[in-house]
């Protein structure tokens, strides 16, 4: 095969790699394995535009992409309107992603692993028929993430303490607004201080991430109002792995739903694998079983045990 391999050097952990050395040991791998590749270097300014041109290009069987949450997300909308098949390099701080396609988080064994990978499919979601691999979430997590947005970081650990103060911030006075929740199930009207839709359900223990794309199904969380001690619980619950067990916390598997917000004013956001949005008053959400082509990585014993 002919891959292309795209690496955003603002993104992550590539910020402090040396990726003119990374670029040949992928170079090096792929070529092991029998297939053509180049590797491009760009600027987070320059990353869509490249992500676009390979997604285009007749001549790439498929891309190999390597930043954060937010890069991975865009290479997928790419791949999922075009139909190339997408690996994943893991740079960025939770590669909640990569997590749920198995990809080993460690940069080299993640190049060995999707080298010798084969084309694989997963399910992908869309909100108003915007794609996303992780989540789309409304409430607390927007807000927190609005708030450490503000925060100058330069580090995987800075973006860490950064989450922390923000979090303190955001409990403080936690959201508490109405929303429409709409499935074949019928029409809920709920308070709620969050809502978060995954792409699959997300697993326990560890985390938030699906441990399989593969369900065809939407996971659907909704908190109840809580005050602020009682979203400190939920967080260190989130920390641990031990969430769902909150009595405050909803959840459901769908194949669609509707989100209708009543009283939203211009400045209220949502946020999509990351990235903060303009929330819009309606919301249908959807998903695509199957519809994401993907390099499923080839695993060593040991990492599958790991």
């Known amino acids: 095969m002919r891959f292309q391999a795209i690496c955003n ?10 990726l003119d050395a990374f670029c040949e040991r992928i170079g090096e791998a792929f070529r092991a394995n029998g297939h053509e590749i180049s590797c491009r270097v760009v600027s987070g300014d320059d990353l869509q535009a490249a992500i676009a041109d390979a997604a285009d ?9 390597g930043g954060g949450d937010g890069t991975i997300s865009s290479a997928a909308a790419e791949a999922f309107r075009t139909g190339k098949p997408l690996g994943v390099l893991p740079a960025g701080t939770m590669n909640l992603f990569a997590r749920s396609l198995g990809v080993p988080l460690e940069l080299d064994a993640a190049v060995a692993a999707l080298a010798s990978g084969v084309v ?15 989540q789309f979430s409304v409430g607390i997590h927007t807000r927190l993430v609005a ?6 970081y330069r580090s995987r650990v800075g973006k860490m303490v950064a989450s922390i103060k923000a979090m303190i911030q955001a409990v403080g006075r936690p959201p508490n607004f109405s929303v429409q929740v709409r499935t074949d199930r019928g029409l809920q009207v709920r308070r709620s201080s969050g809502i978060s839709v995954t ?22 969380y909704i908190a109840r109002p809580m005050g602020g001690s009682q979203m400190l619980r939920l967080a260190a619950g989130v920390m641990i792995g031990r969430w ?6 909803s959840e459901q598997s769908v194949r669609s739903l509707t989100l209708d917000f009543p009283r939203i004013r211009p400045s209220d956001q949502a946020l999509m694998d990351g990235e903060l949005m303009r929330l819009e008053r309606t919301v249908h959400l959807e998903i695509h079983p199957g519809a994401l082509n993907v ?12």
């Open 9 to 18: 050097r603002d993104g992550g952990t590539f910020k402090t790699t040396d």
């Open 120 to 134: 694989g499919t997963a399910d992908i979601a869309t909100a108003n028929g915007r794609p996303f691999v992780h």
């Open 295 to 306: 390099i499923l990585p080839h695993l060593t014993q040991a990492e599958e045990a790991a």
């Open 57 to 65: 290009d007749d001549t790439i069987d498929a891309m190999i992409v």
């Open 199 to 220: 792409n699959n359900p997300l697993a326990e223990g560890h985390a938030p991430y699906a441990e399989g794309l593969d369900h065809g199904v939407l996971g659907v």
């Open 244 to 249: 769902k067990a909150n009595a405050l916390i």
């Open 147 to 152: 708030i450490r947005e503000g925060i100058t």
